[in-house]
């Protein structure tokens, strides 16, 4: 189904919306859940809260990219589920892509100033325009999606390894270009 | 682990849209879904067997060509479906008036496949009346539409099934074009086995095939299968079904309730269901969808308005357009309510000869002692071959077990404006139904005259 009728399925308040974003997006959401949670359970359930949300913000909204809504939906509530099976010691998928993360942390001593989510966002933004196609999407298929490495490199025609280096020269790419805006985390 | 890095993560969360929707990962075609139970199944199976009017002699059964199934079908979106729907629209009408007042179901899709095989082994006139019938210019563009509705249709994994299968079956005294078999085998997936016509043996094994494909679910109709020993080819074409709801009925709420059958009154288990839907409207009835769990489709259910049959909703029009329109949502007459479903359970089977249908399809040459050319399938018989046994077997079951997606159906009411309209959409007189797979495809039609079967 076209995204638009779905769209216009939740505007009209018929409960036929969700399966038929289950059908369209249910896979993507399921997939990019699982990689954050490492729990097929716990990612259906973040893949319902999903449809749930959308169900109460669509009226009013209307998204431009249903399939960027629902996986930014997933991936926020998938962050906060991990966050409370954390605190309750539980742990879950998420860890291997934040020990990654640290080689973006700016070194201290270059730090001028700390600054909000959404403006440490703009700065990636920013350092993402400036990446190849190719790169920005391996990239975000890793850190945004939390694919697997060998799956990001499948997709990218590449083997594992190669993918492995690339994305380590991404990381610190990344990291250069926040300490060179004088970005704190 | 440092707060840093995930703040990071966070962050990035909040990247533009464009470039994470460019970024996405191509979209899977299987997953490993949850199986919860078996809400409706359905199969059917058609039969088309060719008859050489000299009869022959013979033994067992053997396969001389094995098709081969991918692992997983690539999931192919439909083109230009519209003259595919005409093909359907058109059958409906050929294949389920026939019966006044009775209970029919019928499978169009598997009709669809079993006379696109038809076509493969017939040339001439023959093939070009079944080409028009199906709405293909020409016998390549016909494998390709086969071939892009069994992809779009074949699913077979823990959460839902709608396999297609398909088979030829052989007279062993007549030489057969190994060619046409091959092309059997590699478009429509069609294993050919070769034996003696007629024989205990090779109806028992024709039957053992068509129940395994089935489930067993047509046991009863596939042991009225025979394959007399006039027969030198016979084709078979199975389709079955089977998905859970994606909201399941609560059993605690089914409960007797009077139908009114076009013989009398009878009473009925209903399956009883209350949220928000969209309802369509055409003219002479009133419609709306129940969806199956994991994208396995809908069933859409029309009630004609009273004191219309459903048998005349088919003779054209609204309703016809409506059962097979590929996309029911773009439908102009549809507005949300809130409903109160009250459907039958039903367990609905027909059995029955296509030649009538097929004859008012405008597909007569091959039931022609001088017209039918059965030429592309053998040329090493004596004699002329006619299309003497088209059978067709189908059966659709409902009831109320499915999939318990429980986040889901307390969302509707009270989450966020409601409609303000409410109706009663109950199922108490005779009604049409159409089961709708990946695509729209319609997978079984049929009429509910009486849900108790009697």
New interface residues.
């Given amino acids: 189904?076209?995204d638009v009728?779905i769209i216009?399925?939740y505007w009209?308040?018929?409960?036929?919306a969700?399966?038929?974003s289950?059908?369209?997006y249910?896979?993507?959401c399921?997939?990019l859940s699982r990689n954050i949670l490492g729990s097929?359970e716990d990612a259906?359930?973040c893949v319902?809260?999903t449809?749930?949300r959308a169900?109460?913000a669509i009226?009013p909204q209307r998204p431009?990219?249903l399939?960027?809504?629902f996986?930014?939906l997933a991936?926020?509530l998938s962050?906060d589920r991990w966050r409370e099976r954390r605190a309750e010691k539980r742990g879950g998928g998420?860890?291997v892509?934040?020990?990654e993360?640290?080689d973006?942390?700016p070194a201290a001593d270059n730090v001028e100033r700390a600054v909000e989510?959404?403006e440490?966002?703009r700065a990636?933004?920013r350092w993402?325009d400036g990446l190849t196609?190719a790169d920005?999407?391996a990239f975000?298929?890793r850190?945004?999606?939390g694919?697997r490495v060998d799956?990001v490199a499948r997709?990218a025609g590449c083997v594992p390894n190669t993918m492995t280096k690339r994305l380590g020269r991404l990381r610190e790419g990344?990291r250069r270009a926040l300490e060179q805006e004088g970005i704190s985390? | 682990m440092s707060k840093e890095s995930e703040r990071i993560f966070e962050a990035l969360g909040e990247v533009s849209e464009e470039k994470v929707d460019e970024a996405a990962p191509a979209r899977r075609e299987r997953r490993n879904g949850r199986w919860l139970g078996a809400v409706a199944a359905v199969l059917a199976v058609a039969i088309l067997g060719g008859v050489f009017l000299r009869p022959g002699g013979g033994m067992t059964a053997y396969a001389i060509a094995q098709a081969e199934y991918p692992e997983t079908a690539q999931r192919r979106e439909l083109g230009d479906t519209s003259a595919l729907e005409v093909f359907f629209a058109r059958s409906a009408r050929a294949f389920l008036t026939e019966a006044p007042g009775e209970n029919r179901v019928y499978s169009p899709l598997n009709i669809y496949m079993a006379l696109s095989m038809l076509a493969q082994i017939t040339d001439g006139n023959s093939r070009g009346q079944i080409l028009e019938a199906l709405g293909s210019g020409s016998i390549e563009a016909l494998r390709q539409q086969a071939g892009d509705v069994w992809n779009a249709a074949y699913r077979d994994d823990e959460a839902a099934a709608t396999i297609l299968a398909s088979s030829v079956w052989l007279s062993r005294d007549v030489s057969f074009n190994q060619e046409t078999m091959d092309i059997l085998a590699r478009d429509f997936y069609a294993s050919s086995y070769r034996g003696e016509m007629g024989s205990k043996r090779f109806n028992e094994a024709l039957q053992n095939w068509l129940n395994e494909q089935t489930g067993g679910l047509l046991k009863e109709q596939a042991g009225n299968v025979e394959l007399n020993p006039d027969t030198i080819l016979a084709l078979a074409a199975t389709l079955y079904f089977k998905a859970p709801w994606y909201d399941e009925f609560s059993e605690e709420r089914t409960a007797p309730q009077t139908f009114h059958t076009p013989a009398g009154d009878v009473e009925a288990d209903f399956l009883h269901q209350w949220g928000t839907e969209s309802c369509f409207f055409g003219e002479g009835f009133t419609a709306l969808g129940q969806h199956f769990a994991d994208g396995a489709g809908a069933m859409w259910f029309l009630l004609p308005d009273e004191g219309v049959a459903p048998e005349e909703l088919l003779a054209g029009g609204e309703a016809v357009e409506f059962l097979f329109a590929a996309n029911k949502y773009e439908w102009e007459q549809q507005k949300p309510f809130m409903v109160n479903k009250a459907i039958p359970k039903f367990d609905v089977a027909s059995q029955f000869e296509l030649e009538d249908g097929m004859k008012l399809l405008g597909i007569t040459d091959v039931f022609d002692q001088k017209r039918a050319d059965f030429t592309p399938m053998t040329t090493g018989v004596y004699g002329a071959i006619t299309l003497n046994q088209a059978n067709h077997a189908a059966r659709v079951v409902i009831d109320e077990e499915g999939c318990t997606a429980a986040a889901f159906t307390v969302m509707g009411p009270g989450n966020a404006m409601p409609p303000d309209d409410e109706m009663d959409f109950v199922l108490d007189r005779p009604f049409l139904f159409c089961v709708t797979g990946h695509g729209g495809l319609p997978l079984f039609v049929g009429i509910v005259n009486d849900p108790t079967g009697n």
């Fill in positions: 189904m076209e009728h216009g399925l009209a308040r018929d409960e036929g969700i399966p038929a289950d059908e369209k249910g896979g993507l399921r997939a097929p259906e359930e319902n809260d449809w749930h169900w109460n009226p431009q990219s399939r960027a809504y996986a930014a991936r926020n962050l998420l860890e892509l934040l020990s993360l640290e973006c942390v989510t959404g440490l966002a990636i933004d993402l196609p920005r999407t975000l298929r850190y945004w999606y694919q799956e997709q990344l985390v």
